[in-house]
Nanobody, 122 residues
Framework: QVQLLESGGGWAQPGGSLRLSCTGSGRSFSRDGMAWFHQAPGKERECVAAITWTGGTTYYPDPVVGRFTISRDNSKDTVYLRMNNLKPEDSGVYYC???????????????WGQGTQVTVSS
C-alpha cells in the first residue's frame, strides 16, 4: 500500500517554530516532486511549499517566503517542512503530497498524506 505519513504537528506560540516530516512507503518517491499543503478551517487546501526530486528547485507562495523551508532526504524517502516565525493564520491541517513538481502548486498531486494538525496560539 502506497502511503505518505506526516508527523511533527502540534502546538506552537506565535513566533515559534515547528518541523514537519513526511515519509513515503510502498514505493520510492525519490524521483517525485513533493509538496506541503495547508488547509485552514473552512478554507481550501493551498500549497505552501514544493520541491523537485533533486531538491534543486523550490516554490513558496508569498505569505510564507522567508518563514518556511522545504527540504528532502531521498535516501529516507522523506520530505521536511521547517516553519519559523509562525502566525495564528498558519494554524490548520498540513498535508504532504507527491507528484509532478509543476502540477503540485495547482493542487494536482498523485498522492496525498492523511494530514497533521498545527495550532499556533498564545
Amino acid at each position: 500500500q502506497v502511503q505518505l505519513l506526516e508527523s511533527g504537528g502540534g502546538w506552537a506560540q506565535p513566533g515559534g517554530s515547528l518541523r514537519l516530516s513526511c515519509t513515503g512507503s510502498g514505493r520510492s518517491f525519490s524521483r517525485d516532486g513533493m509538496a506541503w499543503f495547508h488547509q485552514a478551517p473552512g478554507k481550501e487546501r493551498e500549497c505552501v511549499a514544493a520541491i523537485t526530486w533533486t531538491g534543486g528547485t523550490t516554490y513558496y507562495p508569498d505569505p510564507v517566503v522567508g518563514r518556511f523551508t522545504i527540504s528532502r532526504d531521498n535516501s529516507k524517502d522523506t520530505v521536511y517542512l521547517r516553519m519559523n516565525n509562525l502566525k495564528p493564520e498558519d494554524s490548520g491541517v498540513y498535508y504532504c503530497a507527491a507528484g509532478n513538481y509543476y502540477e503540485l502548486p495547482q493542487g494536482r498531486p498523485d498522492y496525498w498524506g492523511q494530514g497533521t494538525q498545527v495550532t499556533v496560539s498564545s
